[in-house]
């Protein structure tokens, strides 16, 4: 059955960007997994974000992936998990501030969040695709026939893929969408406003399984910009940083995470594909996939 306490803390950005806190590491501290097992309470900040993390709009419920995972460790440890939704912008402050004692994200391992949390081990790589007018597929399926064909590209502002496309290929007509709506990008392309909608690999495929009237393209090993998802801790937790890698770890090995995964619909990556290059930029240039 799946747990009703949930607490909510005012969402303040929604869309995947990155996030500076101000925290640093404060030496070592051993408190907060005793301070769980005594309290009898696991407290989680989590953002929505399918299929990791789902919230029925009318009941509250979570579920996804993380969720069953987080629910498996609260079990074995005997205690009550509480949720409290936050946001990509004060997450690193919920656990800073005590709120929580673990962020399940889901949230990309990136430098700038690395300055204000520690990151426990990787658990998916998501890349970046795209979407065009059903039947345009052919048109712009590769970086080449994007450069030589100039289409209009919509990128959320902030978002990997407008900084993309601004660094290596500046020439380009970027339609640059504000607000905190993964799909504008992708509702952009619906609408004509632009050719092809770049988002994360995840929004991009339940967003055309709900549009017919575009298709996927970037959708396989040729995604762009691939990151690793992970949770995270507080920099001085460094005994509950190994116990929650080393139940992540437990699940992954005994193939309970799997298990998990195999009832949602979007298949997440578990390791890195090979890095791919933009074309005639092999020798000297940063990686498309592989993150920054």
Known sequence: MRRSSVVLVPLLCVCLIGCRGKGSPSGTSNQTLPRVLKAEELHVGYLV??????KDPSTGELSGLFIDAVEYIAEQLKVRPVYH??????FAAGLQSGQFDLSIGPTYRTIPRATSVAFCRPLAYIGNGAVVERGN???FDSLDKITSTKPRVAVLQGQAME???????????LVSLSGSDLT????????????IGFMN?????????????????????DQLEMLALGWSVRYEDFQWWQFINT?????????RWMEFQAKYDIPLLHE?????????RESSQAPVAGGE
Request: a negative charge; glycine letters at 10%.
């Open 163 to 173: 900084e993309f496309f601004r660094r290596r290929f500046p020439e380009l007509q």
């Open 137 to 139: 597929g052919r048109k």
């Open 49 to 54: 974000f399918d299929p990791c993390v789902r």
């Open 272 to 280: 890195l594909p090979p890095i791919r290059y933009p074309p005639g």
């Open 85 to 90: 939704e936050t946001n990509l912008g004060n």
């Open 247 to 255: 139940s992540l770890d437990y699940l992954m090995s005994t193939g």
């Open 184 to 195: 504008a990008p992708l509702s952009a392309v619906s609408a004509g406003q632009a050719d």
């Open 201 to 221: 690999i995840v929004t991009v495929r339940g967003y055309a399984a709900a549009h017919p009237e575009v298709e996927v393209v970037f959708g396989g090993e």
